[in-house]
């Protein structure tokens, strides 16, 4: 990276600091870092959960071309077309990934990140043991989080987690992106469905419709959903699960940002009934 000459800021990430790196004589690079490394093997988690998405998933992601404690240097990516045919074919290939990688356990090879704090990923046989354990209750210790959350929300999530069986129906774990905002969908030079920023772990496929259903996407993935719904003959009640297993998600944001983008008054709202009476 010695020819590179120029590096212009790029918008749209949360946790990280990230540019577009110009060179002399080789293509422009997507360059991101952060100002201090949570850990030391952040980036080389990324580039696995990349690797993971196109090896075993037939996902298109970028070429990682460095991976060290303190940089990750990727392949540059095109905005995503705003058309709803992108979004149809996005839901094939999601879907595609989702039904070709059913796997009897839940968790990952390994922990990796999920913005700036770590994401455990032991393996466990129990989906909703694990999703209550590793993805809920785990956030319960975070300053950010205790602050915003009073003695009777984090009762309310603990009653949420005994009670998952109940309101969530049994499903199969298999290969997931893991922060799948429409922020992390782009496209390839031809126009394919590219994701960046993975937090790869076997769970449940619906963590991915969660949050993409859940974080505003644009009008042109209505037909994301319809199209996601069908391929992977979804149940009639599968909206209604959303805000639920979405909780992940406005409580790893809670515990890492100032600014939480209604994530508090979210996660109150979906454990109201969850409350002692």
């Not at 990230?18 to 002399?24: K, L, N, S, V």
């Not at 998933?57 to 992108?86: K, Y």
């Not at 905002?181 to 469905?193: F, I, K, L, S």
């Amino acid at each position: 990276m010695l020819d590179v000459v120029a590096v212009e800021p790029a918008s749209g990430g949360l946790a990280a600091l990230a540019g577009i790196a110009t060179r002399r004589d080789a293509p422009p690079v997507f360059v991101k870092a952060f100002a201090e490394p949570p850990d030391e093997d952040v980036f080389a988690a990324e580039a696995d959960g990349l690797a993971a998405l196109r090896e075993l998933g037939g996902l298109a992601t970028p070429e990682v071309i460095l991976a060290d404690r303190n940089l990750l240097v990727l392949s540059m990516l095109e905005p995503r077309p705003g058309t709803e045919s992108f979004w149809e074919q996005a839901a094939h290939v999601l879907a595609g990934m989702h039904l070709s990688t059913v796997n009897p356990r839940f968790g990952w090879h390994r922990d990796n990140w999920l913005g700036r704090r770590r994401q455990v990923n032991t393996w466990s046989d129990d989906g909703f043991a694990f999703f209550a354990e590793h993805r809920l209750l785990r956030w319960l210790g975070e300053p950010r989080v205790e602050a915003a959350l009073d003695t009777g929300d984090r009762a309310a999530l603990e009653r949420l987690c005994g009670r998952l069986p109940e309101v969530l129906p049994k499903q199969p774990a298999c290969l997931t992106h893991g922060d799948l905002w429409a922020q992390n969908v782009m496209a390839t030079a031809d126009g394919r469905p590219a994701l960046i920023d993975p937090a790869v772990s076997y769970m449940w496929a619906e963590v991915d419709l969660a949050h993409v259903w859940t974080t505003a996407p644009p009008p042109e993935a209505a037909r994301f959903f319809a199209v996601y719904a069908e391929l992977t003959s979804l149940d009639a009640g599968w909206r209604e699960r959303m805000p639920i297993i979405q909780l992940r998600q406005h409580l790893a944001v809670l515990a890492q940002f100032d600014q939480d983008w209604g994530a508090a008054g979210l996660i109150r709202a979906t454990l109201a009934p969850f409350r002692a009476r």
